[in-house]
Each structure stands twice: as C-alpha cells, then as structure tokens.
C-alpha cells in the first residue's frame, strides 16, 4: 500500500511539473512562429523583378542550361562562349556562309566516317559503332504544340492591339518595334542574335550577384513608369474624347 502511495504521489508530481512547463514551451513555440512568420511577410514585401517569387536558379529551370547561363561550371560556359564566338567570327568577319560550312562539315564527316570503315577490313580493326538515332514522335509533336500555342497567343495579342482595345499593350509594341527597327538598321541578323546571346550569358550573372540593389532601382523605376503612363494615357483618352465630340 505504502508503495502504491508513493507512485500515486510520483505520477502527481510529474502532472503537476508538465502542466507548469508546458506553458513555457508553448510560449517559445509560439514566439518562433511569430518571428517566423514575420520573416515569411519581410521576404513577401520584397519587391522582385518581373514579380518573381523563387530564386533566379529555378526559374531559368535549375539544370544544366540554367548552370551555364549563371556560369556554375564555369569551364563548360567559357567553352560554349568560346565556340559560339568563333563562329560569329567565322560568319562575320571571314564572310563564311552557314549552309557552306554544314556541307563541308558533312563532307569531313562522311569521309572520315566512310573511308574508316573501308580500311578497317584491311588492317583487321573493328569499324566504328555509328549509333541509330531515332527521334521519338513525342518530341515532335509537343514541340509542334508548343510552337502553335506561342503562334496563337502572338497572333491574340495582335488582334488585341488592332481592335484599339488595350492603350498600354499598343504603345509597348510600337516602342519594341521601333527599338528593333533601329538595331537593324546598325547590325545584321547574326550579329543581332550575338549580342542577344551575349546579354543571356551576362545579364543574369550580374542580375544574381547585384540582385537587390537591382531591384530596389527597378521598383523605383517601374513606379515613375507607371505614374508618366498613366498621365500619357490620360492625355491620349481626353483628345479622343474630344475628336469624338467635334464629328
């Protein structure tokens, strides 16, 4: 009985020392989801570029092409700079044609690749293992459907600004349009993707290393944008306004 008292009396004990514990652990628990919520609301008030939420890495894919863009493997980004630049030098400067220089690389190819397997009998060597590429049907037709869905939204946009309906997505048309026009006029087409490969393969490095201060600028930017916007369309809507008044 005595024994039985004392147990009793031990499992009183813990209750009571679990029931003035426990309010302590809610209270810290409690605290950690406060700061921790606070820090999820300090990283929502943060203005991103373009309202981006996750880290440059993943939204480039988080693979290899978003590896090389960011130069993670920075031996294989200067290899693919190094041969993208030599052949740019090789179109521009020394006036060489693409459709030439796939013939001939083709010709190198198949010579190589024919003559080796003819003197492999000769000088008993095996011939090369030249593997069956097939490309899946798949891959067609995704990539098809992907290219007839931009078609369309880009045609949808065109009819939008044709029927006078969105101001905004009109005036930024005619202002890239314009910017094209002008680079066109300076460069050629091979020259054009070269330095759009080269803003892709600098412009988002720099963007990941400076990223706040760039956003910081960006948003004090895209707010003076917004308000001589807003006072150019004001201007724009009260004119035709008016031509409408005088027929």
Known sequence: ?????ESKMEELAHKIHSKISSP?????SDDDKRSH??????????????GREKPLHQVLGAGKPADILLWRNKK???GVLGGVTSLWFLFEM??????TLICHLMILALSVLFLWSNASNFINNS???IPEVVIPEKCLLKAASCFTFE????????????TGKDLKTFLGAIAGLWFLSILGSCFNFLTMVYIVFILLYTVPVFYEKYEDKVDAFSEKMIIELKKQFAVLEKKVLSSMNKEKKKD
């Not at 302590?24 to 810290?28: A, F, P, Q, R, V």
């Not at 020394?94 to 459709?99: A, G, K, S, T, V």
């Open 24 to 28: 302590s652990s809610s209270s810290d």
């Open 94 to 99: 020394l006036d060489y044609h693409l459709i």
């Open 151 to 162: 078609i369309n939204r880009t045609l949808d946009i065109v009819r939008t600004i044709a």
């Open 127 to 129: 011939p090369p293992t």
């Open 37 to 50: 919520a606070r820090a999820v609301a300090l990283k929502a008030k943060v203005y991103r570029l373009f």
């Open 1 to 5: 009985m005595a024994d039985h008292k």
């Open 76 to 78: 294989l980004s200067g």
